[in-house]
C-alpha cells in the first residue's frame, strides 16, 4: 500500500485550501482513512477520520464546522480529501493521511492506529 499526500501551501488567513491523498496498492485491505497533522513542537494530532465507504466520519474540535474529508473508493485506489475552509494561523502544520486495515478507527483517529502513512504535505497560513 502506497499513501501520497498533495495540495498543501501558503494561503492568507481565512483563506481555504483542498488536500488530496491517494492510496494505491492492495486496497482491499484499506479501510479507516484519517488526516492528521503536526505542528513544530507539538505532537502529531488527529483531526478527520472517515469509514471504509465514506458514510461516516469525524473531526477533531478544532477543525468541526471549518474542515470536511470526503471519501472515492475505485479498484486498485482510495482517495480521500481535506476541504480546509476559514483557516487561521494555528492551523499550520504538516498534514499527513494515514490508512489502516482496521475498522472503527477512524473515530477520534490516533496515530498508533494506522500503519500506512504519506510523506506529508506543508500548509502555511499567514498574511
Known amino acids: 500500500v502506497q499513501v501520497a499526500e498533495s495540495g498543501g501551501g501558503l494561503v492568507q488567513p481565512g483563506g481555504s485550501l483542498r488536500l488530496s491523498c491517494e492510496v494505491t496498492?492492495?486496497?482491499?485491505?484499506?479501510?479507516?482513512m484519517a488526516w492528521f497533522r503536526q505542528a513544530p513542537g507539538k505532537e502529531r494530532e488527529g483531526i478527520a477520520g472517515?469509514?471504509?465507504?465514506?458514510?461516516?466520519?469525524?473531526?477533531a474540535d478544532s477543525v468541526k464546522d471549518r474542515f470536511i474529508i470526503t471519501r472515492q473508493n475505485a479498484v486498485g485506489k482510495n482517495t480521500i480529501f481535506l476541504q480546509m475552509n476559514s483557516l487561521r494561523p494555528e492551523d499550520t502544520a504538516m498534514y499527513y493521511c494515514?490508512?489502516?486495515?482496521?475498522?472503527?478507527?477512524?473515530?477520534?483517529?490516533?496515530?498508533?492506529?494506522?500503519?500506512?502513512w504519506g510523506r506529508g504535505t506543508l500548509v502555511t497560513v499567514s498574511s
Open positions: 494515514a490508512a489502516t486495515a482496521s475498522r472503527g478507527v477512524w473515530r477520534r483517529p490516533t496515530p498508533g492506529d494506522f500503519e500506512h
Open positions: 496498492g492492495d486496497t482491499q485491505y484499506v479501510l479507516s
Open positions: 472517515v469509514s471504509s465507504g465514506g458514510t461516516y466520519t469525524d473531526y
